[in-house]
């Protein structure tokens, strides 16, 4: 077997785990879509006054919590909006293993492109998160809240962009080894 069918078939393998990664998230898309009318129209008194700690990405919520409906919308949006982004990266792993499969090398100009929009959404998510648990905190009436930005994953966002960059230089260097030969 060559080095071109092992890199084909590895890179069908990644597409195939990207498309179940992708069915699973977009499952959890429903589910947290579908609870927004469950919240809405759904009797609260059964779970107040609660203990609710959260803490993620560099933000704590610490409280004991009367829930409401807004801090509920809240915290589904999040998710959602999570899962979103999530569905970005995987979207575009799989695209960049779909191309890798199809031309039978890493180094494209659009590989570049999607590692550079998977960095994009890392670090989106980044930011997005604390902001979206802040406004779950305050949501939450009388809640301990400590904000701090992801900082590592904003660094995973700058090394992705930076591997984008790599790419791009070594289409440089697989069209000068192809006009070569």
Known sequence: MNEK???????????NICNFILGLLALGGAALTAGIPVVLFTELEKIQNTFYYYAFNGVKVNAPVNLNKPAL???????????????????YTRKIFKNVSASHTPFTLENSVYI???AGFVAATAIAQPIGLLLF???????????????DMLVVAFIIYAISLV?????TLQQQADETL
Do not use: D, P, Y
Not at 78 to 86: A, D, K, P, Q, S
């Open 5 to 15: 069918t092992k890199l084909q078939k590895t890179s069908n393998s990644i597409v």
């Open 73 to 91: 919308l809240i915290g589904l949006a999040i998710g959602l909006v999570g899962i979103l982004l999530f569905i970005g990266q995987i979207f």
């Open 167 to 171: 790419f791009e230089h070594g289409v």
């Open 137 to 151: 905190g305050f949501a939450l009436k009388h809640a301990e809240i400590e904000v701090g930005v992801g900082l």
């Open 116 to 118: 550079k929009r998977i």
